[in-house]
């Protein structure tokens, strides 16, 4: 029997939130299409993973927990989901458009000659097929896209689709053998390092930003330091003494522009925007950000914008709910002060 | 030895885009660049192609627009340039575009590596990219931040990826395709001579047929262009002493109900 089927991602064993989020939405097409939504759990962990997926909304899973799959490489994965696309033939395969969803999903779709909606900020049944908007132009315009064809594979963007509440309930679970032994895979992970503070801004429900004007830390570098040197101690100063407990209080991550990244004032894996991250949080803090047209192409979805800088004229208060004009390096401290207080933190 | 690296033309950066009343995508007179991502795919082929002895050539799959960023890469320092074009390209989806792609890497016969960039800010996509790599039936290495080591003789690469958990240490066979992205390096500024050279280029142009592939119909189609739903307009200045601006603050977040 056909299905949507919705490809849980998971790491060490749990499962990404934002998966939910394709469930919801795999069980939007399943009601529209009369179809039931099936979860595809691999890797370690599979079976309660699975019951967790039917807590928030699929009807019954496909779990393999093979030692193959334990840590996400493209190969066995690809493999695996192309192995049970061609076998079963679902109506359409959904994923969060993670780094990984994003390649698993392109890769099934090409070894199945399917359709591929990625990165979607909206979905629908059409006709026979499924209709998706996406963001294209560095989101500076949007398409509406459709796709037909036996099979339609459909990665959607983080926070675009909203998860149901969980309701508890045992879903049927049917376990698939591995399309690949370990022998069949070239690909080999010789070490993995985890991020100091996960930076999963893309996840992220609030985001506090700096920028160039994180340099204007009144702080004091070290003896000896200067110039450039002592502009780059006081704004990562800031970064992690200053935005830290601030993105801390409101249980959110820290972003920066491109200005700060590329003045070494935080990793790239910080920025947002045309060559960082897109992001779309309820809330976004900009400190000390002018709101260059680049910065802005990967923050304008966000709900709220709150922009704090000492420039009246900076671009970044026109695309501001809020506005503050004044030094951050006071006014950040006093917002998190009142926020622990009002927060009860 | 060739390591391939495929680009293409977007709207500056910095242009305004958005959709005229005909329903077409247009960015008035602003300059179109080498899609941004793909700076650090040119450095990495150059870099990586000198290093190894070989040849860097870079492929647009596109219309002639596509030969502005071409000449930037020419102008960069890669060996060679190819573009693909062909009326039935028009419109055509990832997997149109991408069975192109690996029938223009088979063209070019000896490649063990293709680069591109993380994706392309234009489509907004990087499906291709994957789709790609399995056309050919090569290793796909995506997210990028370093090439470790390329051993081209044992045909063996080790790279780091990101994950949004942390990074991963992946060895693998060639022939690859690796997606890069920003931290991987600097890309340099093309040189004058090197755009001079460049300007005089002449840019082969392949059709589909010089390429012996047959697309399938794409089963994905963008039906119209729409220009973004107007920001809430509504602004509120908030002012006092910083303490008085961060209560206001919070009193105007709670009412939002984003806290």
Do not use: C
């Given at each position: 029997m056909s299905a949507i089927y919705v490809w849980i991602e998971t790491f060490k064993g749990k499962a990404n939130p934002t998966s939910w989020e394709a469930v919801a939405a795999g069980r939007m097409l399943a009601g529209s299409m009369n179809l039931p939504v099936t979860a595809l759990v691999f890797g370690e962990n599979a079976a309660a993973v699975a019951q967790e997926a039917g807590a928030f909304g699929a009807d019954n899973a496909i779990t393999c927990d093979d030692a193959t799959l334990s840590e996400f490489r493209l190969e066995p994965y690809a493999a695996l989901l192309t192995q049970l696309v061609k076998t079963n033939a679902p109506k359409a395969v959904l994923g969060i458009a993670s780094n990984r969803g994003r390649e698993l999903l392109a890769s099934s779709a090409a070894d199945t000659d399917s359709p591929m909606l990625a990165d979607v900020l909206d979905l629908s049944a059409s006709g026979d097929g499924l209709s998706a908007t996406r963001a294209v132009y560095a989101g500076k315009v949007l398409s509406d896209t459709n796709a037909s064809g036996a099979t339609v594979f459909v990665s959607l963007r983080s926070r675009a689709f909203k998860a149901a509440d969980p309701a508890p309930k045992q879903i049927p679970v049917t376990t698939a053998a591995p399309a690949l032994s370990e022998a069949q895979i070239a690909t080999k992970i010789e070490g993995f390092a985890e991020a100091a503070g996960t930076v999963n801004l893309s996840d992220a429900g609030v985001i506090v930003s700096g920028g160039r004007g994180m340099a204007n830390n009144p702080a004091n570098p070290p003896a000896g330091l200067s110039g450039d040197a002592a502009s780059v101690w006081k704004a990562q100063d800031g970064f992690a003494n200053v935005l830290q407990p601030l993105a801390d209080v409101l249980g959110g991550a820290v972003g920066a522009s491109r200005a700060a990244v590329d003045a070494g004032y935080i990793p790239y894996a910080h920025q947002v925007g045309q060559t960082g991250k897109t992001v779309s949080p309820d809330l976004y803090i900009a400190c000390g950000i002018s709101g260059a047209i680049q910065?802005?192409?990967?923050?304008?979805?966000?709900?709220?914008?709150?922009?704090?800088?000492?420039?009246?004229?900076?671009?970044?208060?026109?695309?501001?709910?809020?506005?503050?004009?004044?030094?951050?390096?006071?006014?950040?401290?006093?917002?998190?002060?009142?926020?622990?207080?009002r927060l009860g933190k | 030895m060739r390591i391939a690296v495929f680009t293409r033309s977007?709207?500056?950066?910095?242009?305004?885009?958005?959709?005229?009343?005909?329903?077409?995508?247009?960015?008035?007179?602003?300059?179109?660049?080498?899609?941004?991502?793909?700076?650090?795919?040119?450095?990495?082929?150059?870099?990586?192609?000198?290093?190894?002895?070989?040849?860097?050539?870079?492929?647009?799959?596109?219309?002639?627009?596509?030969?502005?960023?071409?000449?930037?890469?020419?102008?960069?320092?890669?060996?060679?340039?190819?573009?693909?074009?062909?009326?039935?390209?028009?419109?055509?989806?990832?997997?149109?575009?991408?069975?192109?792609?690996?029938?223009?890497?088979?063209?070019?016969?000896?490649?063990?590596?293709?680069?591109?960039?993380?994706?392309?800010?234009?489509?907004?996509?990087?499906?291709?990219?994957?789709?790609?790599?399995?056309?050919?039936?090569?290793?796909?290495?995506?997210?990028?931040?370093?090439?470790?080591?390329?051993?081209?003789?044992?045909?063996?690469?080790?790279?780091?990826?990101?994950?949004?958990?942390?990074?991963?240490?992946?060895?693998?066979?060639?022939?690859?395709?690796?997606?890069?992205?920003?931290?991987?390096?600097?890309?340099?500024?093309?040189?004058?001579?090197?755009?001079?050279?460049?300007?005089?280029?002449?840019?082969?142009?392949?059709?589909?047929?010089?390429?012996?592939?047959?697309?399938?119909?794409?089963?994905?189609?963008?039906?119209?262009?729409?220009?973004?739903?107007?920001?809430?307009?509504?602004?509120e200045l908030i002012s006092g002493t910083p303490q008085e601006q961060a209560a206001q603050l919070v009193d105007k977040l709670l009412e939002e109900k984003v806290l």
């Open positions: 910065h802005q192409a990967g923050m304008r979805s966000s709900k709220i914008i709150v922009a704090i800088n000492k420039d009246a004229e900076s671009p970044i208060f026109k695309m501001a709910r809020f506005g503050l004009v004044g030094d951050l390096y006071q006014i950040i401290p006093a917002l998190t002060e009142e926020l622990k207080k | 977007t709207p500056d950066t910095a242009a305004k885009v958005e959709v005229d009343a005909s329903g077409k995508v247009t960015w008035g007179d602003a300059a179109t660049v080498v899609n941004p991502w793909d700076e650090y795919a040119l450095e990495e082929a150059i870099v990586q192609a000198k290093n190894a002895g070989g040849k860097a050539a870079v492929i647009a799959i596109g219309a002639p627009m596509h030969d502005e960023a071409l000449k930037h890469s020419l102008a960069m320092g890669v060996d060679e340039a190819y573009r693909v074009w062909d009326d039935a390209l028009e419109g055509a989806d990832g997997l149109a575009y991408a069975t192109t792609a690996a029938a223009a890497v088979k063209q070019l016969g000896d490649v063990e590596l293709v680069l591109f960039g993380r994706d392309s800010v234009d489509v907004g996509t990087d499906q291709h990219i994957y789709a790609t790599a399995r056309k050919l039936g090569w290793t796909m290495l995506a997210y990028v931040s370093k090439i470790v080591s390329i051993d081209f003789a044992a045909k063996t690469i080790k790279v780091e990826k990101i994950l949004e958990q942390g990074k991963q240490v992946i060895t693998a066979p060639l022939p690859a395709v690796v997606s890069v992205l920003k931290d991987i390096n600097e890309p340099r500024y093309p040189s004058f001579i090197g755009i001079r050279k460049a300007q005089k280029a002449a840019i082969p142009v392949w059709s589909l047929g010089d390429l012996s592939v047959t697309l399938p119909a794409s089963a994905a189609r963008v039906t119209a262009f729409k220009n973004l739903p107007p920001r809430d307009t509504r602004f």
